[in-house]
């Protein structure tokens, strides 16, 4: 499996998915060193006799993430879009509230808006959005006319900026960085390994630990990655990731909810985002059903923009 993902923009509900329905019990910790680095395991991981090496190459090699998003391309779905542009204050200055449909068939898909209600200067006269936040949500969850030929196969597929330039070129950056944490993205200028967090240049500067807890009713893994409390201020200029926790199923290894925060600032360019994404099972399929996102965007000669937005999944088909 391959750890894929992106960096968006899209709205967080002040409670974190690790805190919603989970257990937290303070338990004795065992530090583990896998290769030259030492990951530190609750004591109920010891207990479960959990083979480590092969789990943390098991989240290195992880597409399961990505796939859950693919799976969206061969499958209907209604999804409920609530997005929100703030000023420099966190005062809302623009809204769009809107229920839309997927269909498929054919090898195609389409969408639907249902319901749609606006504010502010979300548009412009020609019904296209005043803002690139909001244009790579609907990049992520909106046809604007019917797509045929997709596949929700993840091997051999990869992103690529060739041929593309402007907002395209944009999205294809950001959706490296969500469907990608932790896997070094050439062609997004000053990250590059800085996010590779498995490589041992970026390893030494996070800590990794491994937990079980309920989630959801579902028991799992928890695996955490944090940045090491003992960094320079050298170093920490060095950090893109600044958590990342994801929940796996122990059972079926499924990918159950994954939350990140990630930020840097490179002069051209800059963010500081948290995503929480929460996954369902549709048959056989891993699906999305709720993305959380608050995080700013700075890009130069655009204006700085600051994006909320919450996407929640629902009445999954497939024809």
């Known amino acids: 499996m391959k750890l894929l993902s992106i960096i968006s923009l899209l709205c967080v509900s002040s409670v974190a998915l690790a805190q919603q329905d989970t257990t937290v019990v303070k338990r004795d910790t065992m ?58 204050g966190g005062n809302v200055k623009a809204t769009l509230n809107s229920r839309t449909r997927q269909e498929t068939g054919k090898g195609c898909r389409w969408m639907h808006t249902l319901e749609e209600k606006s504010t502010g200067d979300m548009f412009d006269k020609k019904h296209n959005f005043n803002y690139y936040t909001a244009e790579m949500y609907a990049g992520l969850f909106f046809a604007k006319d019917t797509i045929c030929g997709e596949s929700n196969v993840v091997k051999g597929t990869s992103f690529t900026m060739e041929g593309k330039s402007g907002i395209e070129k944009h999205k294809e950056q950001l959706k490296m960085l969500f469907f990608n944490p932790g896997k070094k993205i050439p062609g997004i200028p000053f990250i590059g390994n800085k996010i590779a967090i498995f490589e041992e240049d970026a390893s030494v500067r ?88 608050n995080g700013s965007w700075n890009v130069i000669f655009k204006k700085r923009e600051q994006g909320v937005f919450t996407a929640t999944l629902f009445d999954f088909n497939r024809k």
């Not at 530190?40 to 480590?52: A, F």
């Not at 929460?278 to 996102?293: A, G, I, Q, S």
Request: with cysteine; net charge negative.
């Open 31 to 88: 530090p583990v060193v896998i290769g030259k680095k030492a990951v530190t395991l609750q004591e109920v991981v010891v207990r479960s006799n959990l083979n480590v090496p092969a789990f943390i190459e098991r989240i290195k090699e992880d597409t399961s993430f990505y796939k859950a998003f693919r799976n969206l391309k061969v499958l209907g779905y209604t999804a409920l879009n609530d997005i929100r542009m703030q000023d420099k």
């Open 206 to 293: 996070y800590d990794y630990s491994i937990d079980m807890e309920q989630f959801k009713g579902e028991m799992c893994y928890i695996f955490k990655v944090t940045p090491r409390a003992d960094l320079t201020n050298s170093e920490k200029d060095q950090i893109v990731i600044n958590e990342m926790t994801t929940w796996f199923n122990i059972n079926t290894w499924d990918i159950v909810a994954r939350n990140y925060d990630l930020s840097y600032n490179a002069g051209v360019y800059s963010f500081d985002v948290h995503m929480e994404v929460e996954m369902t099972k549709f048959e056989d399929l891993v699906v999305p059903k709720v993305l959380r996102y």
